[in-house]
């Protein structure tokens, strides 16, 4: 069955090979970006089966033209992709306020700004699919970009709360979490810029010296990722977060361990708080 996407971020990395995946197996695409020429190679290609639409996802008019552009060209919207972002790599105290909203803008607010523009649509069909593409980034955090981690936490809850308000209607949010790509987001990521403070020399410096020979190398595959996309967006059930990549398996896995050693650690300070409770509270772990 031939399905109708709208792709943020198509220009390229995942976003490209997410809209080729699609186009090549035979779905009818609108494909994003701030650019409109990135999408040329496309259009080319695929001729009517894609759409070029301009779309800067922090624009929330923008985001409603380009579901009614979808719409209008194919009747419909079957899958909606969040996929646009980037990442800054500094220290927080490092990047300017204004550039730290502009990244939280594009990272989590232009995934809220589509889901909003796609839900009456997709309420009025009683179908469709909603794919967050978060992070690994979305369950635990490293030194250097805090704004990134920030927003794909926020995309985590924002994903369940929507999945839980939409599913009586036929509506599907999902949360993809993958780990690293090789799609260039890294070394983008990671452009130097003023130099770093000596203070943080010793977690976001050693940080980003160690990921240094990771960039091209990374283990996962924008293309195997846009196949489990393609999966993904005709399954019925699904958990709301989806973890992609054995360093994502990994590293979650730590995270969460981590986390609930600290739950056990500290719990009977964390009982000792309901009002009912009759014991003091007791002295810090």
């Known amino acids: 069955m031939s399905n109708v996407w709208l792709i943020t971020g198509s220009g390229s990395g995942l ?4 809209a080729e995946a699609a186009l090549d197996a035979g779905h009818k695409v609108v494909a994003t970006a701030r650019d409109p020429r990135q999408l040329t190679p496309l259009l080319e290609r695929y001729g009517s089966q894609a759409r ?15 579901v009614r552009a979808t719409v209008e060209a194919f009747g419909r919207l079957d899958v909606l992709v969040n996929n646009a972002g980037y990442g800054d ?3 927080f105290e490092q990047m300017p306020s204004s550039e730290f909203r502009a990244l939280v803008e594009t990272c989590f607010f232009g995934v809220v700004n589509l889901t909003r523009a796609a839900l009456p649509t997709m309420r009025a069909q009683r179908s469709g699919h909603i794919i967050q593409i978060s992070s690994l980034g979305g369950r635990t955090a490293f030194p250097g970009n805090a704004a990134y981690f920030a927003s794909k936490w926020a995309i985590g809850g924002f994903t369940e709360g929507i999945a839980l308000e939409t599913a009586p ?9 993958p780990g690293a790509m090789r799609t260039n987001w890294g070394k983008r990521a990671h452009v130097e810029r003023a130099p770093l403070l000596a203070d943080y020399q010793p977690s ?4 980003m010296k160690q990921m240094e020979g990771y ?7 924008p293309a195997k990722v846009a196949q489990v996309v393609l999966r993904i967006a005709a399954a019925e059930r699904l958990p709301p977060h989806i973890l992609l990549g054995s360093d994502a398996l990994r590293i979650a896995r730590e995270a969460e361990q981590a986390r609930a050693a600290d739950a056990d650690r500290w719990r009977a300070v964390s009982a000792a708080i309901d009002s009912d409770a009759a014991d003091p509270i007791p002295s810090l772990p």
């Open 89 to 91: 790599a500094r220290p």
């Open 169 to 177: 209607f036929g509506v599907r949010v999902t949360a993809l979490e």
């Open 215 to 221: 960039w091209g190398n990374e283990t996962g595959d």
């Open 204 to 207: 976001v410096g050693a940080s």
């Open 52 to 66: 070029a639409v301009r779309l800067d996802v922090t624009d929330e008019d923008e985001g409603r033209r380009a």
């Open 15 to 18: 976003g490209r090979a997410i």
